[in-house]
């Protein structure tokens, strides 16, 4: 994803609709850590990317606002 001619042409896109998803997962979720224990947030050193040196669990409920969005979304 890179500019000038070989560029994706999805980029865009893909740039919004990331946003999107992102935005929807934390409106409609309530979002907590599964442990009591804090969020280990060191990284590797391996690889191209930073990857995360231990695996984040979470645990998500939905929010009362989604029962009526799926609701009002299923009415033919």
Known sequence: MV???RACPGLGLALRLVTLA???LVQCFEWERVGE???DMSETEQGIT???ATLL???CRARPIVDK???ASSCT
């Open 3 to 5: 500019d000038g001619r």
């Open 22 to 24: 992102l935005g929807s």
């Open 37 to 39: 224990e804090y969020v």
């Open 50 to 52: 930073m990857g995360r």
């Open 57 to 59: 669990e979470a645990m």
């Open 69 to 71: 969005i799926l609701d």
